[in-house]
T-cell receptor, first 114, second 115 residues
Framework: DAGVTQSPTHLIKTRGQHVTLRCSPI?????VSWYQQVLGQGPQFIFQ???????GRGNFPDRFSARQFPNYSSELNVNALLLGDSALYLC?????????????FGPGTRLTVL | AQKVTQAQTEISVVEKEDVTLDCVYE???????LFWYKQPPSGELVFLIR??????QNEISGRYSWNFQKSTSSFNFTITASQVVDSAVYFC????????????FGAGTILRVKS
């Protein structure tokens, strides 16, 4: 079975632009979470969705938004990009958003903001 | 508040040496889960293990073993007879039942295994 997939792999944008990152969960998984990993740090939680509803939001500005589609894939949108948004964006999927379900991660999208 | 501390920023060992990666956590919950993930240069986080707060039994899986001690709030990871392929960044993470399976990660430990 395919794991979590993310697209694109790499992305270069300039300050002020908008970006959309995409994630497809493992087949059967209904929850998707997004994490931001700045170079040299651990991943930081951004959003979690389960059954198309937001189940959690981390400490990120309103420039960050996300949604989940009926097929359980997800998009992360970032508006008005700043240099500090340069990071590896990781998507994780799990059966549910419950505490007993392990999250499995995709390969990430590396975003560079110039 | 949830917090995970990995005090070792980087560890270098020679192949076949044993190495232990330290993880200390903080939580106010009585029910929580602890994780270890491996991040090779490719960037993908690879799940290694999950333990719940009620199970303090140590676990061994091949060359990997984990030592969970609630008394010291630690969940350490040992690799026996390290290999070059073990070179990666290793992350310890915590989730609390109150927050579902949202993960709080430590800063990670870079492990370099030299041949």
């Amino acid at each position: 079975d395919a794991g979590v997939t993310q697209s694109p792999t790499h992305l270069i944008k300039t300050r002020g632009q908008h970006v959309t990152l995409r994630c497809s969960p493992i087949s059967g998984h209904k929850s998707v979470s997004w994490y931001q990993q700045v170079l040299g740090q651990g991943p930081q939680f951004i959003f979690q969705y389960y059954e198309k509803e937001e189940r959690g939001r981390g400490n990120f500005p309103d420039r960050f938004s996300a949604r989940q589609f009926p097929n359980y894939s997800s998009e992360l949108n970032v508006n008005a990009l700043l240099l500090g948004d340069s990071a590896l964006y990781l998507c994780a999927s799990s059966w549910t958003s419950g505490s007993t379900d392990t999250q499995y991660f995709g390969p990430g999208t590396r975003l560079t903001v110039l | 508040a949830q917090k995970v501390t990995q005090a070792q920023t980087e560890i270098s060992v020679v192949e076949k040496e044993d190495v232990t990666l330290d993880c200390v956590y903080e939580t106010r919950d009585t029910t929580y889960y602890l994780f270890w993930y491996k991040q090779p240069p490719s960037g993908e986080l690879v799940f290694l293990i999950r333990r719940n707060s009620f199970d303090e039994q140590n676990e061994i899986s091949g060359r990997y073993s984990w030592n969970f001690q609630k008394s010291t709030s630690s969940f350490n990871f040992t690799i026996t007879a390290s290999q070059v392929v073990d070179s990666a960044v290793y992350f310890c993470a915590l989730s609390e039942v109150e927050y579902g399976n949202k993960l709080v990660f430590g800063a990670g430990t870079i492990l370099r295994v030299k041949s």
